[in-house]
């Protein structure tokens, strides 16, 4: 079984409060877009796991990886033994805000419920309020990430209300030669308080309040992400932003043909990994 896991975008980013826990409560936006890593499922007769990743490469050994951190925790709760092969393939970069490890733990629970539902005409193994609190364990954007629809979130990431009128755009993404771990992000990051925040039904409530106030530290600490913001904007996007808590910086475009250029004029100057994309309605993994 072959999936696509999305990336996410966050036109909207608000930090509220940092609870006792160490989490923060969290106002945003996020958004899929039509980029993807791919993950391959196949089951082996050995009794045990076995994993693969192609297109990144991390110090950390394969039982840290999200990818295989959520198989062992499906195994725990689905109360079975994944004898699997599976494959990931990067596209998404690491480090750069923009959900690539979420999205493949929240693949891949998805994939594991249905591969070991009971019957065929079983929804899942697990009911779908287990595998969110599965998700939510592993990672606050994970839960998001098993039905990807633009929503607004709250709370730490487990408070997800879908936004049905939200509108379309194009997307030229870039990833510049450096990752911002997220936690040093938060730290440099003071929480405000808000208690309204900016509907978005059309392109120009888009255009018009695009925010993220990991921009207020984020900007003065690496340069380059006004520099790649003001690139994007020159070169025909009509807002420009830093995705999540960084490193990767996203223009937005409603039409494809300015997009288009601005994807071929940002790619010759060697910036870093630069991606043309769009968003998502919806995106189902099978």
């Known amino acids: ?61 394969p039982e840290e990886n999200l990818v295989v951190r959520a198989i062992r925790s499906f195994e725990k709760a689905g109360g079975i033994t994944a004898s699997l092969d599976v494959v990931l393939e990067k596209t998404i970069p690491s480090g750069a805000g923009l959900g690539g490890g979420s999205g493949n733990t929240a693949g891949t629970l998805k994939v594991l419920n249905h591969i070991y539902r009971e019957s065929s005409s079983a ?16 990672g606050s954007d994970v839960p998001f990430f098993l039905e990807p629809t633009p929503s607004e979130i709250r709370g730490r990431g487990e408070k997800i209300n879908p936004l049905q009128e939200y509108p379309k755009f194009y997307v030229v993404i870039i990833k510049p030669p450096l990752s911002i771990p997220t936690q040093e992000a938060y730290n440099n990051c003071q929480p405000e308080v808000h208690t309204t925040f900016p509907e978005v039904k059309s392109f120009n409530d888009i255009k018009n309040h695009l925010y993220n106030q990991f921009e207020t530290s984020l900007l003065a600490q690496y340069p380059v992400l006004s520099e790649l913001k003001s690139l994007l ?7 420009a932003l830093v995705s999540g808590s960084g490193s990767a910086v996203f223009g937005v475009f409603n039409n494809k043909k300015q997009q288009y250029h601005a994807f071929i004029n940002l790619s010759c100057l060697h910036i870093g990994k630069i991606f043309s994309c769009e968003t998502l309605a919806t995106h189902r993994y099978y």
């Open 1 to 61: 079984m072959k999936i696509r896991t999305p990336a996410k975008i966050n036109p909207q980013l608000y930090i509220l409060s940092q609870c006792d826990d160490g989490f923060h409560e969290l106002y945003m936006h996020m958004v899929p877009v039509s980029l993807f890593d791919t993950l391959s499922f196949s089951q082996n007769n050995k009794q045990e796991l076995k994993f693969r990743m192609n297109g990144a490469s991390f110090s950390a050994t």
């Open 123 to 138: 929804e899942g193994l697990l009911p779908p309020e287990t595998l969110a609190e599965l998700a939510l364990e592993l």
């Open 233 to 239: 904007l020159q070169n025909g996007a009509f807002g």
